[in-house]
């Protein structure tokens, strides 16, 4: 497609449960990146893929967080065991090696 | 550790007059500088980026900003906003040479009044 694009765009789940969010990036980027925007922490990096080498997991908030990017395309953000303080939007962006991020429309998770 | 201030939380502007949002950066070395745009309930829309050379930079929609080394800023600007202007408005410096994550600012909430 023509952007970034990212499903589901609105998922509710109840504490505990397990939710998983995808993205599908810009034909052509290499790079893959997930972000947390929430009212009380504004914009966060959780995660970023380069190519085939290891993933920066360093703004991952738990282990109850993880990622994968399957086949340098796809990539799948999984929350285990689901708190009312992961309740935000996840935000998904992809680039070109060296260049700007293109984000997509962001997938808006309620933990109630 | 790089980081990005937005003094202005909010600001409210009239129509066709001038603006400019503030940006304070903190970076060892030059740094990857972006504007980001985003409406309510959308994404973030890339207005303009600075990686190197010309140091006032046009973006989309009539943007343009400047990189000022000696006082570590990277202010937006627009001579005459329009009210589909209003929205929020993210500065974020990226590490030099690399595919690495962005840190944004807090954020710029502008409104536009008629």
């Known amino acids: 497609g023509a952007g970034v694009s990212q499903s589901p765009s609105n998922k509710v789940t109840e504490k505990g449960k397990d939710v998983e969010l995808r993205c599908d990036p810009i034909s052509g980027h290499t790079a893959l990146y997930w972000y947390r925007q929430s009212l009380g922490q504004g914009l966060e990096f959780l995660i970023y893929?380069?190519?085939?080498?290891?993933?920066?997991k360093s703004g991952l908030p738990s282990d109850r967080f993880s990622a994968e990017r399957t086949g340098g395309s796809v990539s799948t953000l999984t929350i285990q065991r689901t708190q009312q303080e992961d309740s935000a939007v996840y935000l998904c962006?992809?680039?070109?090696?060296?260049?700007?991020?293109?984000f997509g429309p962001g997938t808006r998770l309620t933990v109630l | 550790a790089q980081s990005v201030t937005q003094p202005d939380i909010h600001i409210t502007v009239s129509e066709g007059a001038s603006l400019e949002l503030r940006c304070n950066y903190s970076?060892?070395?030059?740094?990857?500088l972006f504007w980001y745009v985003q409406s309510p309930g959308q994404g973030l829309q890339l207005l303009l980026k600075y990686f190197s050379g010309d140091t006032l930079v046009q973006g989309i929609k009539g943007f343009e900003a400047e990189f000022k080394r000696s006082q570590s800023s990277f202010n937006l600007r627009k001579p005459s906003v329009h009210w589909s202007d209003a929205a929020e408005y993210f500065c974020?410096?990226?590490?030099?040479?690399?595919?690495?994550?962005?840190?944004f600012g807090t954020g710029t909430r502008l409104q536009v009044t008629l």
């Open positions: 974020a410096v990226g590490a030099t040479g690399t595919a690495s994550k962005l840190t």
């Open positions: 893929f380069q190519g085939n080498s290891a993933p920066d």
């Open positions: 970076y060892g070395a030059t740094p990857y």
């Open positions: 962006a992809s680039s070109r090696l060296y260049n700007e991020q293109f």
